[in-house]
């Protein structure tokens, strides 16, 4: 595949961009999403970096789960919103206090710290190394110089995981 279909212009940008038109997932992004979380949680199949995350629901109260990729940095595990601020699991991250469960093969209490934007953009580059599916929803290519990711950095929220 040509490397200009690879990057976030490409066709496969443009092609997850349309699952999330409007920083929603659309009908058939929520049930790949349903799909990949039961995937990620047995750990069948899935890539080792892949985890379900279940918090619960800031209206329903009832656990919501998502599938997201852990991102490894200087000895920590980070989740990254690739879709920014207004997705449903941040907004129900921040109203449960952070507390969350991830699961993969067994349920892992968390709570979720939100990392300062002045700390966001190493993780955010390694973020892009690490998940391929978010290259289409970022501004800025996984190779650019970390100045463009700390431009990026106050609209995309970084987690730092840690025991619950």
Same mark, same amino acid.
Do not use: C
């Given at each position: 595949?040509p490397e ?39 750990? /069948?199949? @899935? ?5 379900? &995350?279940?918090? #619960? !629901? *800031?209206?329903?109260? %009832? ?29 129900? /991250?921040? @109203? ?5 469960? &991830?699961?993969? #093969? !067994? *349920?892992?209490?968390? %709570? ?12 955010l580059r ?17 190779? @650019? ?14 987690? %730092?995981?840690?025991?619950?």
């Amino acid at each position: 595949m040509p490397e200009d279909v690879i990057h976030h212009g490409g066709l496969l940008g443009r092609v997850d961009r349309w699952f999330y038109r409007g920083g929603r997932p659309n009908r058939l992004a929520r049930a790949l999403n349903r799909l990949s979380a039961i995937q990620a949680s047995t750990g /069948v199949l @899935a890539p080792k970096r892949m985890v379900t &995350l279940e918090v #619960r !629901g *800031r209206q329903t109260g %009832r656990p919501i789960s998502f599938p997201l990729v852990v991102v490894d940095y200087l000895g920590d595990r980070y989740l990254v919103s690739m879709l920014g601020a207004n997705t449903n699991w941040v907004r129900n /991250v921040r @109203a449960a206090d952070g507390h969350a469960v &991830l699961l993969r #093969r !067994g *349920r892992e209490p968390v %709570r979720l710290e939100e990392v300062e934007p002045s700390r966001r953009a190493p993780i955010l580059r390694r973020y892009l190394a690490l998940a391929p599916g978010a290259r289409g929803h970022l501004t800025v290519d996984r190779d @650019a110089p970390l100045e463009d990711f700390e431009k990026i950095a106050p609209d995309i929220p970084v987690f %730092r995981i840690t025991r619950d």
